[in-house]
Nanobody
Framework: QVQLVESGGGLVQPGGSLRLTCATS????????MSWYRQAPGKKRDYVALITSTGSSTNYAEPVKGRFTISRDNAKNTVYLQMNNLKPEDTAVYYC??????????WGQGTQVTVSS
């Protein structure tokens, strides 16, 4: 079955960096675009970034442009989110996402990112 497993979250001070990892299995990841979303306490889940299947194109939500970078290693079936210059408003649970036509929409369990001094 499709599995997405996020890791790399934690507590970091404002201005710090973290790299999130999404390990995938159960499908041919290199055939699909992949996305990151986040959900802060009491708020809806918001889109963060997307990368195409080959990694040739990316897209970012306005609040993270210039600070976050999405990338992938198709040999390792893994997607990354490098987060720099983190702000308290980046505090959220971060989720990896894939939409597979004919199979459904899949989410990982999430990884907590807390930005606080």
């Amino acid at each position: 079955q499709v599995q997405l497993v996020e890791s790399g979250g934690g507590l970091v001070q404002p201005g710090g960096s973290l790299r999130l990892t999404c390990a995938t299995s159960g499908f041919t990841a290199r055939d699909y675009g992949m996305s990151w979303y986040r959900q802060a306490p009491g708020k809806k889940r918001d889109y963060v970034a997307l990368i195409t299947s080959t990694g040739s194109s990316t897209n970012y939500a306005e609040p993270v442009k210039g600070r976050f970078t999405i990338s992938r290693d198709n040999a390792k079936n893994t997607v990354y989110l490098q987060m720099n210059n983190l702000k308290p408003e980046d505090t959220a649970v971060y989720y990896c996402n894939v939409v597979i036509l004919g199979r459904g929409i899949f989410w990982g369990q999430g990884t907590q990112v807390t930005v606080s001094s």
